[in-house]
């Protein structure tokens, strides 16, 4: 139960950005498997970001992306250097959700209501006419 867990949270992070994401066209880049170790706490505890990036490397031999197999290695390696089981990593894994660190803007009075307008741009901008003949 926990690697289908494992599983899905494997896919939410290869998802980010993209539509139609299966576990058979799943794949990470290092960025997201950075965030997807940052986010489910396992660095820390002996592991690193940099030993991450080198787990990362290792298993995707070079050519920049993992599928769900390399993944399930690179946990094993994580969990070597963390000195703990791989059922332990898929426990961390469970409460890992893709955060999107973005912020909203606040209201601002003389942008966001129209009615505020002033010149031009109260009668929608301006135009070119050059083209209207």
Request: net charge positive.
């Amino acid at each position: 139960m926990s690697e289908d867990l494992a599983q899905h949270v494997f896919i939410k992070y290869a998802s980010i950005g993209k539509t139609g994401i299966t576990l058979a066209n799943a794949t990470l880049d290092g960025s997201k498997f950075a965030k997807l170790c940052r986010e489910s706490k396992l660095i820390g505890g002996g592991l690193t970001p940099m030993d991450v990036e080198g787990i990362f490397l290792r298993v995707s031999k070079s050519f920049g992306r993992i599928n769900y197999d390399t993944f399930l290695l690179a946990l094993e390696e994580i969990a070597a250097k963390k000195r703990v089981s791989v059922d332990t990593l898929f426990g961390r894994l469970a409460d890992a959700d893709p955060l999107a660190a973005t912020t909203k803007a606040e209201y601002v009075r003389h942008h966001d209501d129209k009615s505020t307008y002033t010149g031009v741009y109260r009668a929608g901008g301006p135009r070119n006419l050059a083209g209207a003949r």
